[in-house]
């Protein structure tokens, strides 16, 4: 199977249109205002309009008020949504949206129990704790916490960057990986040469596992 890449974190038109180029999957828009990465409904607009066919756009919001999430869906094609903070999944039924979950992983974090709470998730996001992040830290995780079955599929995200998609993949077969700060020169400006590196790097490792 192909692992499926998204990068999150656009704010410039011009990187998420490099992305899409070089193959990615999906690109993350982040309606979390606390976050350097946080876009407005107008950014938004202009990053989508941009895509070529065939790119997903993933929302990603945290512990949102309702209106705000239906404001952005009204106003910008979204394909999945993202939730990243501690909702609820009756909170993430709401929107008749496919969604994913992303959980902040810790050594007592049971996934397989979160797979059943969220069963109907297009994916779970497993990606590292923070105390006062909620994602885009940088850090990695102890993949060995991760079991080898889930109900789900597996999004890896974590201090991903080029040099280390190969041995993510291996270790973790996952569905897909989502990276951010990996491939950037600062928050929210990617770098094109390490997203194409990025994007390079898990097809080999895929030709690897084949």
């Not at 919001?61 to 705000?68: N, S």
């Not at 989502?178 to 600062?186: C, F, K, T, W």
Request: hydrophobic fraction near 45%; proline fraction near 6%.
């Amino acid at each position: 199977m192909r692992t499926r890449v998204k990068i999150c974190g656009f704010t410039r038109v011009e990187d998420a249109v490099v992305a899409a180029q070089a193959g990615v999957d999906a690109i993350g828009l982040v309606f979390y205002p606390p976050s350097p990465r946080h876009v407005g409904i107008a950014q938004a607009q202009a990053i989508v309009a941009a895509l070529p066919a065939f790119t997903s756009v993933v929302a990603l919001f945290v512990d949102a008020h309702a209106e705000q999430i239906h404001d952005v869906l009204a106003q910008v094609p979204i394909d999945c949504l993202q939730f990243h903070g501690d909702e609820t999944p009756a909170q993430c039924r709401l929107y008749n949206k496919r969604y994913i979950k992303a959980v902040r992983m810790q050594a007592d974090t049971d996934v397989g129990q979160l797979a059943r709470a969220y069963h109907d998730a297009a994916g779970l996001l497993l990606d590292a704790y923070h105390p006062n992040a909620k994602g885009g830290t940088g850090s990695t995780f102890d993949w060995e916490l991760i079991p080898p079955h889930c109900a789900l599929p597996i999004i890896l995200a974590g201090g991903l960057e080029p040099g280390n998609a190969i041995q993510a993949i291996q270790a973790v077969r996952p569905y897909a990986l989502d990276v951010s700060s990996g491939v950037e020169v600062d928050k929210g400006i990617k770098d094109a040469q390490k997203m194409r590196a990025f994007l390079k790097e898990v097809n080999q490792g895929d030709t690897i596992i084949i």
